[in-house]
């Protein structure tokens, strides 16, 4: 029995989500990008697609489970179960106008031509709000289209935003903040829920040590309480005698959020030899 797990050929996601499997363990046979490859060590295979395809690939049942954009998902209104977000490959969904238009509210957007690849969450935005306009889809280089006369505005992907500004256009209302999905067919068989299990048990412990850092120090003893005060960790640090009379080695794992802080506080309360180490894998 295998898990199936249809994944991005190319674009945003893929870099992410291959990194993600590997950092799961889940390395493939092999390393040409065919359509489908059987993992080594796991019983899954990955079938690669374009993210547009992905949702109905799961909801069909050609694949089990999925990643994907969460944008992609929402638009495609296919019918499957959102197992986890997976906290990468954020973006959001915006509407942008040339950068020269003045824009005081939505209703700029009244009458006007919006080129798109998402027509079903534009559609639904614009009714919220009580707009009309003409929706015009188009599937790629929806940006360029004011440029040259297609549309008077744009609904698109903006991440870093560098495409808008390259097109002179400037992001008046975002409508959606999108990020990686994990989904999955609403009807897996036993076996196939108890391989996802395993794999949310791996992405989960991937997740958890990527936003903490293991951390050791040397601290005079007359400062220990309040160091470890300092050191919010699992349980409790690990403390060991130094060879030197009045100081000891603690260890312990941080919060990446609170690196700064808790390193600054630590160097005040004398504590030296701070050493940060990135921490693989951490199972709670
Ligand atoms: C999206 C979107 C923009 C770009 C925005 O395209 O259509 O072109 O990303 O990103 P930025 O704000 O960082 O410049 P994507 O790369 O997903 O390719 P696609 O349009 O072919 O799906
Ligand atoms: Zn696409």
New binding site residues.
């Given amino acids: 029995m295998t898990l199936r797990i249809a994944v991005q050929s190319k674009?945003?996601l893929f870099e992410e989500t291959m990194e993600l499997l590997q950092e799961a363990g889940i390395k493939l046979n092999n390393k040409k990008r065919t359509l489908l490859i059987p993992a080594k060590g796991f019983p899954i295979e990955v079938l690669f697609l374009r993210?547009d395809d992905i949702p109905q690939a799961v909801a069909t049942g050609v694949a089990d489970i999925g990643i994907v954009?969460e944008n992609e998902f929402v638009e495609k209104k296919e019918d499957a179960d959102i197992i986890k977000r997976l906290g990468f490959s954020s973006?959001r969904l915006s509407l942008a106008i040339p950068k020269d238009e003045n824009y005081k509210d939505i209703t700029w957007f009244e009458g006007k031509k919006i080129a798109t690849?998402y027509p079903f969450i534009l559609k639904q935005f614009l009714k919220k709000s009580n707009i009309t306009s003409d929706i015009h889809v188009i599937?790629?280089?929806?940006?360029i289209s004011p440029s040259i006369g297609l549309a008077d505005a744009i609904f698109?992907?903006?991440?870093?935003?560098?495409?808008?500004?390259?097109n002179r256009l400037k992001e008046v209302e975002v409508v959606m903040q999108s990020e990686a999905i994990l989904i999955a067919n609403k009807t897996l068989s036993k076996e196939k829920q108890c391989i996802l299990n395993d794999l949310i048990f791996r992405i989960e412990s991937v997740q958890t040590a990527s936003d903490k850092k293991y951390i050791m120090l040397n601290a005079p003893s007359e400062k220990l309480q309040e160091i470890i005060d300092v050191l919010p960790g699992m349980k409790s640090p690990t403390v060991t005698p130094l060879a030197t009379d009045g100081w000891c080695s603690v260890q312990s794992v941080i919060d990446d959020k609170r690196f700064w802080e808790v390193i600054s506080r630590l160097k005040a309360l004398g504590a030296e030899g701070i050493i940060v180490l990135p921490i693989e894998k951490m199972i709670l």
């Fill in positions: 674009g945003r993210d954009g973006c690849s599937t790629g280089s929806v940006e698109d992907i903006v991440s870093s935003g560098g495409t808008l500004v390259s």
